[in-house]
């Protein structure tokens, strides 16, 4: 049952992971910034959410190319799922594009729990400039690119924070500060005691977003359901119908089962924030200085940290996968020795 999450990890924690993708450009450098979004192009949504290009006229919005296949991707939908539902009911949308057919994306989209939109059959780049996915494309109200870059970047959320307060109007503007502390509860209570229209729209779009994400979470099984639960009640907490999650939640561990999987990911769950540490830092440096600065760092810092991990945790079930990820991360550091 924990096979998903030690997947995400280790794909987060290999070099692979840190050459696919765009790590994240000064928004000076970056070939993207200014020009015109590309048109919203899919077959289909994958999500019960949907929109149309002129839905998104005048506000500000984020493209992201992902796929199924792509284990950094996995890795940045919680990311985007987290502040998409802090950011929507102030106006602001992201969007998840893949290539692949609504029939991949769709099972996909659900077990995730994302309740962006997540549109597939879409052709990418469309005169946008990327090594690999993920990528992400802020849009702001003027419908051109205002950042471009990787969606684990920092730099990117404190974009998409920048323009939904450009974006938001000032009756709003106190609940989204508030937004950006912890759980919707306080949120909620604020935008209630709130008059007008566009309070009301923020309320019914974290409600909906609330029951998507129960609905969702609903279908799941074992470890992956009771982390959904967990998930929600954390960023709902205080909002109606959030304490259903945690009712489920605790429900279930009077599971051994799940209970067992829990305690054997707390483990895990410490080493994806060192690893996501590293990379924050390797980022950084690459702007800094290099992306070759950053690369070395990044596979120098990982490896004490993963050998630490299996050392700690000889009888993990993960444990044979961080040894295995231990010897790639070799590999990649006596590559880079060879090419300099």
């Known amino acids: 049952m924990i096979t998903t999450h030690a997947k995400t990890l280790l794909a987060a924690a290999t070099v692979s992971f840190f050459l696919s993708g765009s790590i994240g450009h000064a928004e000076g450098q970056n070939p993207n910034v200014g020009k015109d979004a590309p048109d919203l192009n899919v077959a289909g949504w994958a999500t019960q959410k949907a929109l149309t290009q ?17 284990p950094p991707c996995r890795q940045s939908i919680p990311h985007l799922n987290d502040v998409s539902q802090r950011l929507e009911p102030f106006g602001l949308r992201v969007l998840g594009l893949s290539d692949e057919s609504l029939d991949q994306v769709k099972p996909f989209a659900a077990q995730m729990g994302m309740v962006y939109y997540v549109g597939a059959g879409h052709k990418m780049q469309q005169g946008l400039e990327f090594r690999g996915i993920p990528f992400a494309a802020a849009v702001g109200t003027d419908g051109k690119v205002a950042w471009a870059g990787h969606p684990m970047d920092p730099v990117f959320e404190e974009k998409l924070w920048d323009l939904t307060r450009d974006y938001a109007p000032a009756s709003l503007q106190p609940a989204l500060d508030k937004a950006a502390e ?8 604020m935008l209630k005691t709130t008059d007008g229209d566009d309070a009301e729209t923020a ?3 974290i409600e909906t977003n609330l029951a998507l994400r129960l ?24 909002v109606p119908g959030a304490n259903t999650a945690k009712e489920r939640m605790e429900a279930m561990l009077e599971d051994t089962d799940v209970m067992q999987a829990v305690e054997q990911q707390k483990p895990l769950q410490e080493l994806q924030a060192k690893v996501q540490d590293i990379r924050s830092k390797a980022m ?34 993960e444990t044979t996968q961080i040894k295995q990820a231990v010897t790639q991360i070799e590999e990649q550091l006596k590559t880079m020795q060879t090419s300099d």
């Open 284 to 317: 950084q440096l690459e702007e800094d200085e290099s992306r070759q600065a950053a690369m070395r760092y990044y596979a120098e810092a990982l490896l004490p940290v993963f050998k630490k991990f299996a050392a700690d945790h000889p009888d993990h079930p």
């Open 54 to 70: 002129e839905t998104l006229n005048d506000r500000p919005y984020v493209l992201e190319f992902w796929a199924t296949w792509c």
């Open 203 to 205: 309320r019914k779009t």
């Open 182 to 189: 912890g759980s919707l509860g306080p949120v909620y209570a």
């Open 215 to 238: 609905e969702l979470a609903d279908a799941l099984e074992g470890l992956e359901k009771y982390n959904a639960f967990h998930d929600i009640y954390k960023l709902y907490d205080g």
